[in-house]
């Protein structure tokens, strides 16, 4: 080997490393501002996914719906009906809205639900919930009755 290359003193670090060592903590620094710059939009629109959870358990619900022999509210917080698979409940069950055919089941349609109230009127059915952060949303639902 070279003369030069044996007679280095390696007991701390040359200005050489110390400036890579800076240069690299930079990018990382700006790395990480980045992600956090990246991540703020991300995040609100999650938030804003309960909407396509809503219109989702809306779609079914009111699929369920259509062709009914009759509804029942037997507490505000369930509803029933008879359809040609059975009778078909709608019920708050601790922090979701699931339903449940002839009383078997567990078929989860909303999570993360506070509240939730079913009001039947004639034909029509309305649903007020409240979400575990605050939201509530309420629509009404066309009961399609039919008699056999």
Avoid at 126 to 132: A, F, I, M, N, T
Wanted: negative net charge.
């Amino acid at each position: 080997m070279c003369e030069p290359m044996k007679n280095l003193d390696e007991k701390g670090f040359s200005l050489f490393e110390s400036i890579i060592h800076l240069m690299i903590f930079s990018i990382l620094i700006q790395l990480t501002v980045l992600f956090f710059y990246w991540k703020a939009p991300i995040e609100t629109s999650y938030q804003n996914d309960f909407l396509g959870e809503w219109e989702l358990f809306s779609l079914e619900l009111q699929q369920l719906l259509e062709e009914v022999e009759f509804v029942a509210v037997p507490t505000s917080t369930s509803v029933s009906f008879a359809t040609e698979r059975g009778l078909v409940t709608i019920q708050v069950y601790q922090q979701l809205i699931r339903k449940l055919v002839n009383g078997q089941g567990h078929v989860p349609l909303l999570i993360g639900v506070k509240s939730c109230e079913f009001i039947v009127d004639g034909n029509r059915l309305h649903v007020s919930v409240e979400k575990v952060d605050g939201t509530k949303k309420e629509r009404t639902f066309a009961i399609g009755l039919y008699t056999e």
